[in-house]
T-cell receptor, first 114, second 114 residues
Framework: NAGVTQTPKFRILKIGQSMTLQCTQDMNHNYMYWYRQDPGMGLKLIYYSVGAGITDKGEVPNGYNVSRSTTEDFPLRLELAAPSQTSVYFC?????????????FGPGTRLTVT | AQTVTQSQPEMSVQEAETVTLSCTYDTSENNYYLFWYKQPPSRQMILVIRQEAYKQQNATENRFSVNFQKAAKSFSLKISDSQLGDTAMYFCAFMKFNTDKLIFGTGTRLQVFP
């Protein structure tokens, strides 16, 4: 199993540009998450999904959109990128509620908006 | 709302010595989980140890153990026989029962010296 994979690893965007951060997991996990980690801070939840077709907002959803058309993929869309979205983005997955309490994290995407 | 506080931004320890990282949290919930995650320079988030609030016994995983004080809302991590590979950021995290959403502290950077 590759686990949770994220692409790209690094990206520089200009203000106002859009992009999609890709996240894929091959563990057949139902739950998937997107976090951002600002310098010197812990991770904050952007969006999460409990299964294909179901998504919900986390703590810091503004400026982002997600979709979950398959169990494996959970892309994060940034529209009109702003400098405040400069951060490291982590995707994570978990088998399901009550099945396991551990979230498995991807390696992260470092995004810079200038 | 739940909050997690890590009051030690940086710690250092000599190889083979013992170090304790502090974490306090604020919640009105009775059922929850607490976690310590390790983030080495590779950025990969790795679960170190977890504690269920309903268990009085402190969790232990090899050289890692916790001191869980529910009444004081304290959850410290003790690393025994520190190794160079323990050098990393350590995050304390809280999860309310049946929510599947992690709330992270700001982290403690641990440096292990030879």
């Amino acid at each position: 199993n590759a686990g949770v994979t994220q692409t790209p690893k690094f990206r520089i965007l200009k203000i106002g540009q859009s992009m999609t951060l890709q996240c894929t997991q091959d563990m057949n996990h139902n739950y998937m998450y997107w976090y951002r980690q600002d310098p010197g801070m812990g991770l904050k939840l952007i969006y999460y999904s409990v299964g294909a077709g179901i998504t919900d907002k986390g703590e810091v959803p503004n400026g982002y959109n997600v979709s979950r058309s398959t169990t494996e993929d959970f892309p994060l869309r940034l529209e009109l990128a702003a400098p405040s979205q400069t951060s490291v983005y982590f995707c994570a997955s978990k088998p399901g509620q009550g099945d396991s309490y551990e979230q498995y994290f991807g390696p992260g995407t470092r995004l810079t908006v200038t | 709302a739940q909050t997690v506080t890590q009051s030690q931004p940086e710690m250092s320890v000599q190889e083979a010595e013992t170090v304790t990282l502090s974490c306090t949290y604020d919640t009105s919930e009775n059922n929850y989980y607490l976690f310590w995650y390790k983030q080495p320079p590779s950025r990969q988030m790795i679960l170190v140890i977890r504690q269920e609030a309903y268990k009085q016994q402190n969790a232990t995983e090899n050289r890692f153990s916790v001191n869980f004080q529910k009444a004081a809302k304290s959850f410290s991590l003790k690393i025994s026989d520190s190794q160079l590979g323990d050098t990393a950021m350590y995050f304390c995290a809280f999860m309310k029962f049946n929510t599947d959403k992690l709330i992270f502290g700001t982290g403690t950077r641990l440096q292990v010296f030879p």
